[in-house]
């Protein structure tokens, strides 16, 4: 008691507003690194574009920096149609420039915008169409056409003759979409852009999704945002949703010859519901289209090669899996311009590596090789036959770019401890060396094909300063074992004015999700900097099943989806409390979605080790969530019965231990706010009280100035009253 009550003087002792502004500063954003020079390179290397404001594109030189062009300034354009622009769009020739404003969003990723054709030679804009909005435009490889959705259909500019036709008739909201992808796919696939133009411009291929037998979700929105008040009759906002079990989307590859004015399906082996087509690319072949399909369990991954004039689909590559195929390394493949190999990312031997293959599939050989994982793979310089990447080899708290050449001889083109990225020209002469650790903002240095520096770009030194000036404490990286053998990656955050006699309570910090990381040493200013000002420690740590650790810990969770993650939080509350500095009674816990999930099983494992917890968004019950992301990782329902029944936070809110916060956002098209009303019944029946925040109107993310503010001053409040 006597400890405690040190705690709350030196706490109610602090200047308030002065904490509050730094707890603002961090929700408004004000320590996050930006940069406006992320160049689109041009086709010769040598040059790049940038859109320097929402009226002007300029051309710039890479080695000096220096203005070449103005492509496009809106001032000097006579009768511009608008007179501003949100992004652009280069042709592959570099001819046009396609433009967009009125950006909506319709998913997390997708939007729909007005778009506009711009003449750099003429200097004169057209619409891309009368029928707006449009949606996902894409240049063909000779910059005459352009292919567009409007309304679930798909629609082809000539833009020679400033003319459009319409490529689909039968899409429909909810039942028919064309080209561009439906919820789950776009949630779960991370793709929008379902159409794709051959080399030769003649063909273009799209996917169709038949959604009719899919069921449907809504749910209530009950603010007016255009009139900025309320809903005296709450509106319906209704989509299709496949939770884990139901019926998804039937996607079908579709080719349509403009010659001809004909479209035909490509048909699969196995084309039906239980498959899913997460991307088609074509080759440097206008007679090759490459098709990906993946089964409904995601252990099995087909890659097709289509001939488009005879319709033939032909098995090239099979990869499979005990557990699942991460789909993401198809965003890698990247087919040789001068030869017909191709280079692709697998896990077929335990880590993620780069790997050759001749035209039949076959293995050439494999680039890299290690117990570590390749984390980015930015492309081949075949001149010179030296592949370009960035991995974890150093450390999986590291990240470092490299050069291979084909005798294997490895060149680290980023030395600097941290998060290295690379931004590379078209030739791979240059790239844009962006850097960060964990005490330094990010920089971004101009380097040669050497990683020589050329020259500084921006190194965000006010933003270091301003920071520095609250004169907080630097996070510590740290590893320990757990029960159980396995080693685990954190960082921990002392308290400002840190003393090593005083014990302290602790709130640890974690997302958990597959593939994630936050344990990572790079510039990251969060909500546990103004925690430390509040007398906390603030630990997180990257338990089984995160990221840049080999394919078996990543596999940790399959078929007992968040199980092991929770038992390591739970682990690492332990190996907390057995710190002399920490005071073992006060551990708290805290995440959002999936770390939502992670918090609630934590402090239901059965030990009262958690005083209290905050879970924002958070699955209740896998049985809720979609199929793709369910499924990947847990099978169906039907098939892996024990182990939804065994991760359900429903049937473990009689076990609940210590004093929790509930947080959602009603229009959470995502984790549905069902997710939390559900559970909080069941904790009513159970006898439990506990807290609950809810944002109306608001979405997964929880966005918005004023909301966020909210949300963490109810967090700091609730942590200051329960832990």
């Known amino acids: 008691m006597r400890i405690k009550t040190l705690f709350m003087l030196i706490v109610s002792a602090m200047t308030t507003a002065g904490a509050s502004d730094l707890l603002y500063q961090i929700t408004d954003g004000a320590f996050k690194a930006t940069n406006n020079e992320i160049p689109v390179s041009m086709n010769d290397g040598e040059h790049y574009t940038l859109m320097t404001d929402k009226q002007t594109i300029i051309k710039f030189n890479y080695k000096t920096g220096a203005v070449v062009d103005t492509l496009l300034s809106i001032k000097q354009v006579e009768n511009a149609p608008i007179d501003s622009f949100e992004g652009y769009i280069m042709s592959p020739r570099e001819k046009k420039i396609l433009v967009y404003n009125n950006k909506q969003m319709r998913y997390r990723r997708s939007f729909t915008a007005n778009y506009y054709i711009y003449d750099i030679r003429y200097k004169e804009f057209d619409p891309l169409s009368s029928r707006m909005p449009q949606e996902a435009p894409v240049f063909s490889p000779d910059d005459r056409y352009i292919s567009f959705a409007h309304n679930q259909n798909l629609y082809m500019k000539k833009v020679d003759f400033k003319t459009d036709i319409q490529i689909t008739k039968d899409g429909e909201y909810g039942k028919i979409s064309n080209g561009v992808s439906d919820w789950l796919y776009e949630e779960e696939f991370e793709a929008t852009h379902y159409h794709t133009w051959s080399p030769d411009s003649k063909l273009l291929a799209f996917v169709k999704f038949n959604e009719r037998a899919v069921k449907e979700f809504s749910f209530q929105t009950f603010l007016d945002k255009n009139k900025k008040d309320f809903l005296l009759y709450p509106e319906q906002k209704a989509f299709k949703y496949p939770k884990a079990g139901e019926e998804n989307s039937h996607a079908i590859v579709c080719i349509y010859d403009d010659y001809n004015k004909t479209t035909r399906v490509v048909e699969l082996i196995n084309d039906d519901a239980d498959h899913y087509i997460p991307r088609i690319k074509w080759t440097n072949s206008s007679d090759q289209l490459a098709v990906f399909q993946l089964n409904r369990n995601q252990n099995q991954l087909d890659m097709y090669m289509v001939n488009p004039r005879t319709m033939i689909a032909k098995l090239l590559t099979r990869e499979e899996s005990k557990t699942f195929v991460d789909y993401k390394n198809i965003d890698y493949l990247k087919f040789c311009k001068n030869s017909t190999d191709y280079y692709n990312v697998s896990s077929r031997d335990g880590y993620k590596h780069i790997y050759r293959h001749r035209k039949d599939g076959s293995i050439a050989r494999q680039i890299t090789k290690g ?268 098939e892996n019965y024990a182990g939804y029944k065994n991760t359900s936070c429903l049937l473990k809110a009689d076990q609940l231990e210590g004093r929790l916060l509930l947080v959602h956002g009603t229009a959470d098209d995502n984790v549905h706010y069902s997710n939390t009303l559900v559970y909080a019944d069941r904790l009513v029946e159970a006898g439990k009280q506990f807290d609950m925040q809810i944002y109306t109107d608001k979405n997964h993310s929880i966005l918005g100035k004023q909301t966020r503010r909210h949300l963490y001053q109810r967090m700091v409040d609730f942590l200051l009253q329960n832990l």
């Not at 740590?541 to 739970?570: H, L, N």
């Open 371 to 638: 117990n570590w994982d390749v984390t980015d793979f930015y492309g081949v310089d075949e001149k010179r036959d030296i592949v370009y990447y960035q991995s974890a080899e150093s450390s999986p708290l590291q990240r470092q770019v490299y050069a291979i050449n084909a005798k294997g001889k490895k060149t680290n083109l980023t030395d600097a401890k941290g998060t290295n990225r690379a931004f590379f020209n078209k030739n791979f002469t240059y790239f844009v060396h962006q850097h960060s650790d964990v005490n330094t903002p990010d920089t971004y240095v101009l380097r040669n094909d050497k990683g020589t520096n050329i020259r500084e770009i921006e190194n965000n030194q006010n933003l270091s300063d301003a920071f520095r000036s609250h004169q907080l404490n630097q996070k510590e990286f740290f590893s320990f074992e757990t029960a159980d053998g396995v080693s685990l990656n954190g960082w921990m955050l002392k308290p400002v004015n840190f003393d090593e006699n005083f014990r302290y309570p602790v709130l640890m910090i974690q997302y958990s999700g597959p593939g994630s990381q936050l344990v990572l040493d790079r510039w990251d200013i969060g909500w546990e900097y103004y925690l430390s000002t509040r007398g906390y420690i603030t630990v997180c740590v990257d338990g089984r099943g995160t990221g840049s650790r080999g394919k078996a810990f990543a596999d940790s969770g399959y078929k007992q989806q968040c199980i092991p993650e929770a038992a390591d939080q739970v682990a690492t509350a332990k190996y907390l409390g057995s710190l002399d500095y920490v005071d073992k009674n006060r551990i708290g816990i805290w995440g959002w979605s999936y770390g939502g999930s992670i918090t609630i099983l934590a402090m239901s494992s059965g030990e009262p080790i958690f005083k209290a917890g905050i879970a924002v968004a958070p699955v209740t019950d896998w049985r809720f969530y979609n199929t793709a992301y369910t499924e990947r990782f847990m099978q169906t329902p039907e």
